[in-house]
């Protein structure tokens, strides 16, 4: 299926990509997002270069700020998240609530682990 043509699109030279050109493109910026780590601000820039960034390149962007103990940062992109169509996923509430979590803000991530709670609920 798909997995074999990704596995001999990268292995095997000349083969051409199964995914059109602009999701590679998608694919390899959330995969360099994901590499970030502690480097937040490359993170960022990273995701200012998406003009309609998905689920997986916000939870990226939250986990480097989790790496980095950037709490603040990670609940402004989680709000930011809000004002578009995306719906935060358990990995996104996870990843903020572990930036509080090393940023010594339990009180924050336990607030954040009740708004994912009541999400689960409805």
Not at 43 to 71: C, G, H, M, T
Request: with cysteine; glycine share 6%.
């Amino acid at each position: 299926g798909e997995s074999l043509a990704i596995f001999n699109y990268l292995l095997v030279p000349g083969m051409t990509s199964p995914r059109p050109p602009v999701q590679d493109a998608i694919i390899a910026s959330t995969v360099a997002i994901n590499k970030c780590g502690k480097q937040w601000e490359r993170a960022i820039y990273l995701f200012a270069r998406f003009q309609e960034p998905d689920v997986v390149v916000y939870n990226s962007v939250i986990n480097s700020f989790k790496a980095s103990s950037q709490w603040h940062l990670a609940i402004v992109m989680l709000v930011a998240m809000g004002q578009t169509l995306l719906q935060p996923n358990t990995r996104t509430y996870n990843s903020a609530i572990g930036a509080c979590a090393k940023g010594a803000e339990w009180q924050k991530a336990l607030a954040l682990l009740a708004v994912m709670g009541q999400g689960s609920q409805e």
